[in-house]
């Protein structure tokens, strides 16, 4: 289990090492290098209980999001159109504040689907509106839950347990059991270094930025999918 989660976080930094501009940055903070401990992290699996909806099947659909106890003033909602083929999602939410003040390594929101049978499906990245984060987007799943995680880049591809907003039990929902990530992808208690932005990196170098610091932490860097992103 271990070394699968490792491969996973070796294929993330893979994916996010598409974007130019992270050898650059790395530079730039080699000064703030002896910062970090020598320490590494042995990635934990967690299981977590979701609520899942089950919306009609033809017509619109509101939902609430309630902001868990690490966003405790959060809310939200999330507008679902059925459609013949897919489900028109429309969520926004308030009183969150920057994905970073939950630690330095974190730097998006993304919003997952979670099907009854615990399965994960990664709907998107959050866009900041003024005081608000929203995502349009649409989902092949009809039955699912609903969560809202911080994580350090939009490629991850399981969800962290750094739930910050979910779907509240109610009457209609139906509980499922799901992996998670422990502990948004650093050892317990540790807090990466904050990064230096001051040259202006545009999101996507400095979620890639973390991705490869993440590997390293893991362990990572024998893995195939981490020396290709590091070429």
Same mark, same amino acid.
């Given at each position: ?29 080699? &000064? ?22 089950? @919306? ?11 902001? $868990? ?39 998006? +929101?993304?919003?997952?689907?979670? $099907? ?13 509106? &003024? ?10 799943? !009809? ?8 994580? @350090?880049?939009?490629?991850?591809? !399981?969800?962290?347990? $750094? ?6 039990? !109610? ?17 317990? &208690? +540790? ?8 040259? &202006? ?10 991705? !490869? ?14 020396? $290709?992103?590091?070429?």
């Amino acid at each position: 289990m271990k070394n699968s989660v490792r491969h996973i976080i070796a294929s993330a930094f893979l994916l996010s090492s598409l974007v130019a501009g992270v050898c650059s940055l790395e530079a730039q903070q080699s &000064g703030n290098a002896a910062a970090e401990p020598n320490q590494k992290f042995q990635p934990q699996i967690v299981t977590k209980t979701v609520n899942v909806i089950n @919306p009609p099947a033809r017509g619109s659909i509101t939902i609430a999001l309630k902001g $868990t106890e690490l966003a405790p003033g959060a809310s939200g909602q999330a507008k679902l159109k059925m459609g013949e083929a897919d489900v028109a999602i429309e969520a926004q939410t308030s009183g969150l504040a920057a994905p970073g003040s939950f630690g330095s390594q974190f730097e998006t +929101y993304m919003v997952w689907a979670i $099907t009854p049978a615990g399965k994960t499906f990664k709907l998107g990245a959050m866009k900041a509106k &003024g005081n608000r984060f929203e995502l349009d987007t649409k989902s092949a799943v !009809r039955s699912f839950a609903m969560v809202i995680t911080a994580e @350090p880049y939009q490629q991850v591809t !399981r969800p962290a347990d $750094t739930i910050v907003l979910e779907v509240p039990v !109610r009457g209609q929902t139906v509980a499922a059991n799901c992996e998670f990530l422990k502990d948004g992808y650093a050892p317990i &208690g +540790y807090q990466f270094p904050p990064i230096d932005t001051g040259a &202006g990196y545009p999101p996507q170098v400095l979620q890639m930025y973390n991705a !490869r610091r993440i590997a390293v932490l893991a362990g990572a860097e024998g893995n195939e999918s981490f020396k $290709t992103g590091d070429e």
